[in-house]
């Protein structure tokens, strides 16, 4: 499900083993085979395109919800106003045509 990096540094011998999904390998395999010989910088790069992906979808998901949420109180207070409505229409139309 997730494959192991390691990266190491020389002078002072770092380690780091960071786990990433397989789909985020996946999507950024044309930025280590072309783009980025060092595996430093392609988790970095990973990294920070899963974050961004992974907040503008939550975003998106909220948002959705959020409109969901509303899509109720909305139609209750147009449904309370509608006749708020039918008085301004009637009120304007009695006004254009001088009545």
């Not at 960071?18 to 999507?27: A, D, T």
């Amino acid at each position: 499900m997730s494959e192991v990096l390691t990266l190491r540094m020389n002078k002072n011998i770092r380690e780091v083993i960071v786990k990433i999904p397989k789909r985020m390998l996946n999507e950024n395999e044309h930025t280590v085979v072309h783009q980025e010989p060092d595996r430093g910088d392609f988790v970095y790069i990973s990294t920070k395109r899963y974050v961004t992906d992974y907040e503008s979808e939550t975003i998106r998901e909220a948002m959705m919800t959020g409109y969901v949420e509303m899509s109720q109180i909305n139609l209750n207070i147009s449904a309370e106003c509608l006749h708020v409505e039918y008085e301004a229409q009637h009120t304007v139309e009695r006004l254009v045509s001088g009545g």
